[in-house]
Each structure stands twice: as structure tokens, then as C-alpha cells.
């Protein structure tokens, strides 16, 4: 979230029309945790899918809960130390006035408040992509409480928060390539180096089950990042929030194309996969950046993500990390870019005057954005991994690897994603009957692996 710009003499007053349209914003950006529910939940095994949907769904309840209770008030309460934040009437956000504004803007403390608490309902939720088909669910959820707590709402106020360090600084994240991207990526690196690789890793094919449920979630994902994205200047009176976007959706049609273009020349096929995580990598990548270049810049932003991002994702096997649904490939490198590119291209007539090393304001804020990036890098990944070493010592993170080969929907939620007994005979009968009358051959059936 940018710092407001205002005169002296300027006394905000409620607008209706920016009330509004950051509920619609807060909106959108709720629908991107079920989108990304659906773009991991196609990406894994059937056995798997229903874990894969409940740990990003179940962030919504707990993360919800957290923040209204302290959260809020950790990451954007009064400034203690440059390092978190904290205001007593935020606490369940009794103290906060229906009508009180947020203070510089024209929105509600409320409003603000359900906008952020999207954001970090999300967080959490990306991590997951990368423990798919082999962490207990309960010890997850536990996960989750510890690390919003420990880590994002900490780092959310150095970015954000009136008085973080970052903020401070100087480093422009518009909305949430640090906080976000590289805070998510970073702690999924930490929490697979404790818990370990999938049964089966580098020798199993582990194809993703549905890729239309792949495509589905990566749609409604670039449908909410617009209010991700566009809604972080809290606003749209001065046409920054406009101006983001625009270049949301340019720098995604890019990095789609050069995903593609890379697969292509790499891998000789332009996949359906590759243009779903070559838009992710797109948004993620001008998720900070986006208010400071222009949309030539943007163009610039999206063909970088989707290469690197593209080349990233191959490191698992070289390094030999089980990055599940390459969350560390997609998220942590491309939040990375993002965030660097911003000391490039930043072109001076976006957010903010500050202009990048091509557009003649040389390397002081490239080497801001890297105090940025690799602080938020550094903490959310020893961090986390603590955080993982802890739980797994206190109940343990993992399946026994009777119930990761078997099946975890079954093991931990009772219940499998598809039902095929009532379908089969109906099905087969129905579609090898007419075609094997039609030959002139006897009917003859195949058996389904499901």
C-alpha cells in the first residue's frame, strides 16, 4: 500500500465512491483464495484434491478470526520499533467508529480493515501449494496460526504499516511482491526443507488431475488480482489505481506468452499448465511494481517473470527440494523480480516521482528494493522453518506414508473428490455400446483408472 500524498490544508472526508469501490476490491480479493483453491486443487493427484481445497479454504476461517482479534492490530496499530504495530482499540475492533477514517484516505478504518484481512487470508494459502499430498491437516491449521502471527503480520507492518522499517526506507511494494509473494515463497523453501519430499519424488509421475479445474482457478485468480492490485492505492481520484490496472493485465498477457514461448523452445509444446502458471507468474510479478512503471515498463516486467519464473521451476529437481506445485519457482522468484525491476523501470510518473537506474535515477532505489526483498526473504524462510521444526516435533506435520500412497482426502477428511461407483457401468455402457454396434463388434468395455 502506497503512502498518501496530501496538503496540509486537506481534510478527508468520506467518499462513497472510494467506500465503495474498495468493497468491491475486498470482494474480488476474497475470491482469489477459493480460485487459488481450485488452481492447486487441479494441479495434484485425485487422491489428494480435497486436502489441496481445504488448505487454502480453511485460512478463511482461521486467519478471519486471528485478525480481528489481534492481527490488525499488529500489523497496522502504532508503530513499536520499526518492527510491529500495536493499537489497543484495534484489538477485536471494538475501539473503531463505523464512520472513523482511515487516517490520510477517504475510506473507513473498517473498510481498510476487511481489504487487509484479504490479503492476509491469501498468504497463508499459497504456502499450501507447495506440502500438497502429504502434510496432516490439523497440524497445518496450527501452522497457520503461528505463522500469520509470527511472520506475515510482523512483515505486513514493515512493508505497510505507518513506522515498518521498509516503509520507512523507501521500498516500493504497491501491493505485496515482499509481503505477499516473497513471504509466502520463502516460507514454503523453509517448511520443505524440514518435512521432506513427496513418496515417490523423482520417480512417480505426479500429473496434475484436472487441468480445466487448473484453468478455472488461474481465471478467477487474474479476475480478483484486479482488485488485488488496483485496489491498493485505497482509492482512484488521482488515476494511479487505474494505472495499475492496466498494467496488471499487460504484464500478465506477457509473462502467459513468454511461458509459453519458453516451453515451446525448451520443450517443443506450448502446454495448458504453462499459460495458467505464466499468468500467475505475471500477476505476481507486477503485484509490486505495477504502480511505478508504465505499461511499456509492464510489458518489460511480464516477459522477465515468465522466462525466469519458467526456468525457476526446473530447480527443484537439480537442487532436489519437493516444492509440490512450485510455489518457490512461481511465487518467491517472481515476487523477487517484481520487486527488483521496480529499481529499473520505475519510470517517475506513476505512484511517485521515483524513477528507476533506465530512466535516469540511477541504482538508490534498486538498492532500496533489495534491503526490501531480501530482508522479507531471509526472515519468513528461517522463520518458517522454525515454526514447521516446532510443530512437527509437537504433533507431528506429516501423513504416515501408508495414508500419502493410499490416499490423504481419505486419511484426513473421510471423503474422496470424485465418487465413481454409481457411474461406471451406466458410462461405459453407454458410450462403448453404440460405438461397438455401429463396427459391427461385440461390446466390450475397458476398465477406468481413476
Known amino acids: 500500500m502506497a503512502p498518501a500524498i496530501l496538503l496540509a490544508a486537506d481534510t478527508p472526508k468520506l467518499s462513497s465512491a472510494d467506500t465503495g469501490f474498495m468493497l468491491i476490491c475486498s470482494a474480488l480479493v476474497m475470491l482469489m483464495t477459493p480460485g487459488l483453491a481450485f488452481f492447486y486443487g487441479g494441479m495434484v493427484r485425485v487422491k489428494s484434491t480435497l486436502n489441496m481445497l481445504m488448505m487454502s479454504f480453511i485460512s478463511l476461517g482461521i486467519v478471519t478470526l486471528l485478525w480481528v482479534l489481534y492481527g490488525f492490530s499488529l500489523a497496522f496499530g502504532t508503530d513499536h520499533g520499526s518492527l510491529v504495530g500495536w493499537t489497543s482499540d484495534y484489538v477485536g475492533l471494538g475501539g473503531i467508529g463505523k464512520t472513523d477514517l482511515w487516517p490520510g ?75 505477499v509473494h516473497i513471504n509466502a515463497g520463502a516460507a514454503a523453501l523453509g517448511v520443505i526443507l524440514v518435512i521432506g519430499k513427496r513418496v515417490g519424488f523423482k520417480k512417480d509421475p505426479m500429473r496434475p488431475h484436472s487441468l480445466p479445474l487448473v484453468m478455472l482457478g488461474a481465471g478467477l485468480l487474474w479476475f480478483g488480482w484486479f482488485g488485488f492490485n488496483a485496489g491498493s492505492w485505497l482509492g482512484n481520484s488521482d488515476g494511479v489505481g487505474a494505472l495499475m490496472f492496466v498494467n496488471t493485465q499487460v504484464a500478465t498477457a506477457a509473462a502467459m506468452l513468454a511461458w509459453l514461448a519458453y516451453e515451446k523452445i525448451r520443450h517443443g509444446a506450448c502446454t495448458t499448465l504453462g499459460a495458467a502458471s505464466g499468468a500467475v507468474a505475471g500477476l505476481v510479478a507486477i503485484t509490486p511494481s505495477g504502480g511505478a512503471v508504465s505499461p511499456l515498463g509492464a510489458i518489460a516486467v511480464g516477459v522477465v517473470a515468465g522466462v525466469l519464473c519458467a526456468m525457476a521451476v526446473g530447480l527443484k529437481y537439480r537442487f532436489g527440494y519437493d516444492d509440490s506445485l512450485d510455489v518457490v519457482g512461481v511465487h518467491m522468484v517472481g515476487g523477487v523480480i517484481g520487486s527488483l525491476l521496480v529499481g529499473l523501470f520505475a519510470s517517475g510518473t506513476g505512484q511517485s516521482d521515483v524513477k528507476g537506474l533506465f530512466y535516469g535515477g540511477g541504482l538508490d532505489q534498486f538498492w532500496k528494493q533489495c534491503a526490501g526483498v531480501f530482508a522479507v526473504l531471509a526472515y519468513s524462510l528461517v522463520a518458517s522453518a522454525v515454526l514447521a521444526f516446532l510443530v512437527d516435533k509437537a504433533i507431528g506435520m506429516r501423513v504416515t506414508e501408508d495414508e500419502e500412497v493410499s490416499g490423504i482426502d481419505q486419511a484426513e477428511h473421510a471423503e474422496t473428490a470424485y465418487d465413481f461407483s454409481g457411474a461406471g457401468g451406466g458410462v461405459l455402457a453407454a458410450v462403448t455400446g453404440p460405438v461397438a454396434a455401429a463396427a459391427g463388434q461385440p461390446k466390450q468395455t475397458r476398465k477406468v483408472d481413476a
Do not use: C, E, N
Not at 110 to 119: D, K, R, T
Not at 128 to 140: E, H, I, P, Y
Open 105 to 179: 484516505y477517504t475510506i473507513p478504518v473498517f473498510v481498510f480493515a476487511v481489504f487487509q484481512l484479504m490479503f492476509a487470508v491469501l498468504t497463508p494459502a499459497l504456502i499450501s501449494g507447495a506440502l500438497a499430498d502429504r502434510v496432516k491437516f490439523t497440524a497445518w491449521s496450527l501452522f497457520v496460526v503461528l505463522w500469520v502471527t509470527i511472520v506475515y503480520f510482523p512483515v505486513a507492518h514493515w512493508v505497510w504499516g505507518s513506522g515498518g522499517w521498509a516503509f520507512d526506507l523507501g521500498v516500493i511494494d504497491f501491493a505485496g511482491g515482499t509481503a
